[in-house]
């Protein structure tokens, strides 16, 4: 058994496999995490091997602690991948990035794939048919767009996600709430055009923490996984088993 864990700038997300198949998925704050990953080791007792994918501020010791239990692995830029990283500044490619993008290549070989998360932020990252990273794109995600209206502005208020009911908002938060979730539907759509009209065979991935809140609101076809990260950690995992 393998325990994935991705740690995000806001929560942590963790799911234990056996093969291909999950057996459970948790969500909880980085304040958990060493109680949390203790629960998870009591219930599953034949965890062999910790998978660790993170771009959130959290030690490593917190993880280490967990060594006489658990073969540890922190995925690095110098792993091993299943794709050519053409990234310009390759260093700089955040370890989440191109662990969605190695799932995507595993999971959809020989086809043009645009990966896009929608978390804290939205990133957009596209491996063409002969699994080159080429790049993408990193804006705001949904809550914070909603915070910099707060944040950087006099009088606009602070609101939680909500479905606009028109487009044409008559009052200021309804106003809001069509800015910010359709512009945010409008620009995926638009990537996606914009990807669509320069290559054939292609597939978009969408993952995230709002998957589901947007998967049906896209007027684009999509392969939707909220746990898509998860499972690529899995994957990987075993991918670099099999490739050392």
């Known amino acids: 058994m393998v325990l994935t864990i ?63 239990q658990l073969n540890i692995h922190f995925l690095t830029h110098e792993d091993t991948y299943p794709f050519v990283n053409k ?20 999971q959809f070989p020989k086809q043009n794939r645009l990966v896009i998360d929608v978390g804290t932020c939205i990133t957009y990252d596209f491996i063409d048919e002969s699994d080159h990273y080429l790049g993408g794109a990193i804006s705001p995600g949904l809550r914070l767009r909603y915070e910099a209206l707060h944040n950087y502005t006099a009088k606009l208020p602070l609101l939680e996600l909500e479905t606009p009911k028109s487009y044409i908002g008559n009052t200021t938060a309804e106003s809001i709430h069509s800015g910010i979730v359709n512009g945010f539907v409008y620009e995926i759509d638009g990537f996606i055009d914009e990807y669509r009209g320069n290559f054939s065979n292609f597939i978009i991935i969408l993952t995230g923490g709002d998957t589901d809140f947007l998967a049906k609101r896209l007027k684009n076809t999509i392969f939707a996984n909220s746990n898509f990260l ?11 088993i099999d490739n050392d």
């Open 6 to 68: 991705d740690v995000g700038n806001t929560r942590i997300k963790a799911a234990v496999f056996e093969g291909d198949s999950v057996l459970e998925k948790f969500v909880f704050e980085k304040n958990e995490l060493e109680n949390k990953i203790e629960k998870i080791l009591k219930k599953f007792q034949n965890c062999s091997d910790l998978v660790v994918a993170s771009v959130g501020n959290i030690e490593k010791q917190s993880f280490l602690s967990f060594g006489k």
């Open 87 to 106: 990234y310009a500044t390759p260093k700089t490619l955040g370890i989440d990035r191109m662990v969605l993008a190695a799932g995507a290549v595993l």
């Open 230 to 240: 998860l499972e690529s950690l899995n994957q990987i995992f075993q991918y670099q």
